[in-house]
């Protein structure tokens, strides 16, 4: 069926109408060519009549001559290769005895009545092609006389003509083959050069029928009634033929069916049901084309294997599988109707030209009612219409493909709802991002492919306020924000996920320092600084973010994901949006767990070092006072410094014995140096957790009556986190203390977060300037300014100020015209054991206190 499809918008329809469009008529071709045809071989005829033409040996009437042409043409034998199907006449035996039994008019009329006999009445031919047919016996008749006569003229019936008769039968075969395939050629618009198959099985039942011709003249030249039993054993051979053709074509078909019914159900799990279904239905039904409509939640699609299809809206009958034929009427053509539930009737149609073969169409009938329809055309050789027994093996077929299309439909909606539900296992349904589960499979996959990679654990600020204020729906909107904005600042390739709550993960892929974890934080931090719009209101979080790195801090997914935790949690303690994973700030690490008992072992028996880095007036440069710094002499580990324990003390209840300790040293040092007659003070350091014990303030008095040292002596430095961390708490405790005499300074001022105001309120004796800035403030601007002013603050404000971390003279140079009064710092002394403090003591200038003196008294 050759054509297009028209109309794009079909599935707009509740009736589809697609026609086909038939190609302009080459009917007027094939009429030329037949009319050349008829001339040459009515040529030939004439010339053959007046040749004087020798008298027939043998004596066969015409009319049984005709009789046999037509059997041979009603009952041709049918010979398949691959697709092709090739259609063997066994006319060339009746032709090879007419050389020898009648005349020339004879042969001619015998073949052409015979055969238009077979060709009107049991195959049914139209003129067009009945035309073709007779003028191409015609001329491969006469041009057989021809090869015959001119190489045998006698026309005796003799071994000597054999071979003329061979040549006879293989001329007009050629001619015939050759006009057939011009004709098809015209008709179809294209050249068929492929005939090589055909030309070879031709020539073979050419050589067969002729023999067996032979073998007939030379019975009826002996023993004319022996071509009975030639007659009987040439239907018995065609019977028999016919029979097994019958048996084999059956079995192929049973194979075909089982192969069928295998390759649809493999197809079924692979997606491709249609291609399969319409590529076998071609082949069972030995069919040109075939097609499938198929009901579709988008409407009814068309499948097909060229493209081409024609339907039109008529009364729809799904009850039954129908075969049709098109009237072989000049300008109809067939027209098939498909519902838009599937359903296929048919109809003739009229098209101007048109011209189709044979098909057959079927419901594909489910079991909710039709879903679609399937159809083939066109039979393969055009030797075989679609039979009886066709309707049944079609009709099994588009059962089948009804039942497995509606698996295919159930196996594609199991797979979605499986990727749905795997996608929902591994998502959060509220951001769609990852989940906790997800996330930790990534990281264990990445940590085995051994990539180095970091774990960054954020955690909103501030996001209970928002629920509380605005409601758990707005909060909901505002995580789904934070979600994507924090997406928009990943590289490629890195991952996000939300873990739970105002809690997200993210995973960081090829990291090869913590400085560029840190820079993809910050960039992080920098998205999340802006205001987010949340029910008319623009929204301000923070967020805190703690890093894990692998595989320094760990190499599986619980224990990068516990440290990230952990130094998100420090990075919340210390306010500084971002901290790395510190094993001393985690309480629950090995080396911590280990270290803890190793510290509470060092306090009882001793092991801890009480240093003192001396204080200097920087105009004098007399000593006017000792930071005592503790240190820890480790029986393994060697000596282990203050920042590697004092967290540790800090979070698990040995932060009082601790700083009993060493204040207690301090201040018995202290009283030890005072009676050598050196009045200098001490400083303690105190933290914040040490500050908010019950208990300081009297285990302070305590000290300071045992040790008999007055509470002026004795300053205990404050961090500013430490104080306005809980000022409430804070506040009355400072005060008591003041109370005893004890001095406080405030330690490393300027890293904090106290206004002046606070400042104002607070009972500080001293402000130590951090030594981030001192260390800098010679080659830095911004330092030295930073200095500069806290020095006129604490001139202002009447405060003495210490600058720590001073290393060289130019800084103490610098700081002495900025009005620091007090230093101290490498530039003087490290800290020193004790019995090294007395004797840098024993060396320093003595203090004599006069008014140009600074003493550092309590407020």
Same mark, same amino acid.
């Given at each position: ?19 086909? @469009? ?18 040459? /071989? ?29 059997? =041979? ?55 067009? @092609? ?13 041009? *057989? ?12 019936? $003799? ?92 079995? #192929? ?9 295998? $390759? ?70 067939? #027209? ?35 879903? &679609? ?83 960054? !654990? ?12 605005? +409601? ?41 320092? $913590? ?12 998205? !999340? ?41 420090? *990075?919340? *303690? ?31 028996? +001793?092991?801890?070092?009480? #240093? ?75 933290? =914040? ?90 080659? &830095? ?13 604490? =001139? ?37 054991? =004790? ?6 003591? /024993? ?9 140009? /003196? ?6």
């Amino acid at each position: 069926m050759d054509g297009q499809v028209l109309d794009g918008d079909v599935l707009d329809r509740e009736i589809l109408d697609i026609v086909v @469009k038939p190609r302009a008529n080459p009917a007027p071709s094939v009429v030329a060519l037949t009319i050349g045809i008829i001339a040459a /071989a009515a040529a030939l005829t004439i010339g053959c009549l007046e040749g004087g033409w020798p008298a027939p040996r043998l004596h066969v009437p015409w009319l049984a001559l005709a009789t046999a042409f037509a059997l =041979a043409e009603a009952f041709p034998v049918h010979v398949e290769h691959r697709r092709e199907t090739l259609s063997i006449s066994v006319s060339n035996i009746p032709l090879v005895v007419g050389l020898f039994t009648v005349g020339p008019a004879g042969l001619i009329a015998a073949r052409l009545t015979g055969s238009a006999a077979a060709l009107v009445m049991k195959r049914r031919q139209g003129p067009l @092609k009945l035309s073709v047919n007779l003028s191409s016996f015609w001329l491969e008749t006469i041009s *057989a006389l021809w090869v015959f006569h001119l190489l045998h003229p006698s026309g005796a019936v $003799e071994p000597a003509a054999w071979g003329p008769a061979l040549a006879a039968a293989l001329t007009g075969d050629l001619i015939l083959t050759i006009t057939i395939v011009a004709a098809i050629s015209l008709y179809q618009r294209r050249w068929e050069p492929d005939i090589s198959w055909s030309s070879l099985v031709g020539t073979v039942a050419t050589a067969v029928d002729t023999c067996v011709g032979l073998v007939a003249v030379t019975l009826l030249r002996h023993q004319p009634s022996a071509v009975g039993l030639l007659a009987v054993v040439l239907l018995m051979v065609v019977i028999s033929y016919q029979v097994q053709r019958r048996f084999r074509d059956e079995h #192929h078909r049973l194979e075909h069916l089982y192969r069928f019914s295998t $390759e649809l159900g493999d197809a079924v799990l692979h997606d491709r049901v249609i291609t399969t279904l319409l590529h076998q239905a071609r082949e069972l039904m030995h069919a040109e084309q075939a097609w499938a409509y198929v009901v579709t939640p988008a409407g009814l699609v068309q499948v097909s294997t060229n493209g081409e299809a024609g339907v039109d809206p008529a009364d729809d009958d799904d009850s039954v599988v129908t075969t049709y034929t098109p009237r072989r009427a000049p300008g109809h053509n067939l #027209h098939l109707q498909v519902h838009a539930d599937g359903v296929a009737t048919l109809a003739d149609c009229p098209l101007p030209g048109g011209q189709v073969r044979a098909g057959i169409a079927a419901p594909l009938i489910g079991t909710s009612g039709p879903i &679609g329809t399937l159809v083939v055309a066109d039979r393969r050789g055009d030797v075989r219409p679609f039979r009886a027994e066709d309707l049944h093996v079609f009709s099994t077929i588009a059962n089948h493909a009804a039942v497995a299309i509606e698996n295919a439909d159930l196996v594609g909606r199991l797979r979605e709802q499986a990727a749905e539900a795997d996608f929902r296992s591994h998502h959060d349904s509220l951001t769609g991002l990852p989940n906790r589960a997800f996330f930790a499979d990534q990281l264990t996959a990445n940590l085995e492919a051994g990539t180095p990679l970091a774990v960054l !654990l954020l955690d909103l600020d501030r996001f209970k306020e928002v629920n509380d204020t605005l +409601g758990h729906h707005n909060g909901d909107t505002l995580l789904q924000q934070v979600g994507a904005r924090v997406r928009s600042a990943l590289r490629h390739g890195d991952m996000v996920a939300r873990l739970g709550g105002d809690e997200f993960g993210i995973l960081l892929t090829d990291i090869g320092s $913590e400085s560029a974890a840190e820079q993809v934080a910050r960039g992080i931090i920098a998205v !999340l600084e802006q205001a987010f719009p949340v029910a008319d209101v623009a929204v301000d979080v923070g967020a805190s973010v703690g890093i894990a790195t692998s595989p320094a801090d760990g190499t599986d997914a619980d224990t990068l994901l516990r440290r990230a935790d952990v130094a998100m949690y420090a *990075a919340k *303690a210390d306010q500084t949006d971002i901290a790395f994973y510190r094993p001393e700030r985690d309480e629950y690490s090995p080396e911590r767990l280990s270290l803890v008992g190793e510290l509470r072992h060092a306090i009882q028996v +001793g092991e801890l070092e009480v #240093h003192y880095q001396p204080q200097v007036e920087l105009e004098s440069l007399r000593t006017v006072g000792a930071e005592a710094l503790v240190r820890w002499r480790h029986p393994t580990r060697g000596l282990v410094m203050p920042d590697d324990f004092i967290s540790i003390a800090e979070h698990t209840g040995l932060i009082r014995p601790l700083t009993q300790l060493v204040m207690g040293e301090a201040l018995d040092q202290a009283a030890a140096w005072q009676a050598a007659g050196h009045d200098i003070r001490v400083s303690v350091n105190l933290s =914040a957790r040490s500050l908010l014990q019950p208990t300081l303030v009297e285990d302070v008095a305590e000290l300071l009556t045992r040790s008999g040292v007055a509470g002026v002596d004795l300053c205990l430095e404050l961090t500013e986190s430490s104080i306005m961390s809980d000022l409430r708490r804070s506040l009355p405790v400072l005060e008591r203390l003041r109370g005893l005499g004890v001095t406080f300074a405030l330690d490393d001022f300027g890293t904090g977060h106290s206004t002046l105001a606070q400042l104002k309120r607070l009972p500080i004796g001293e402000l130590k300037i951090d030594k981030s800035f001192v260390l800098s403030m010679t080659s &830095g601007a911004d330092d030295a300014a930073i200095v500069r002013t806290v020095c006129a603050l604490a =001139a202002n404000l009447g405060l003495p100020v210490v600058a720590e971390g001073v290393e060289d003279e130019s800084t103490a140079d610098m700081l002495r015209g900025m009005g620091c009064g007090l230093a101290q710092g490498f530039a003087f002394s490290p800290a020193l054991p =004790a019995a090294e403090m007395e004797a840098w003591l /024993a060396t320093a200038p003595p203090i004599v206190l006069d008014d140009a /003196a600074p003493r550092l008294t309590a407020l």
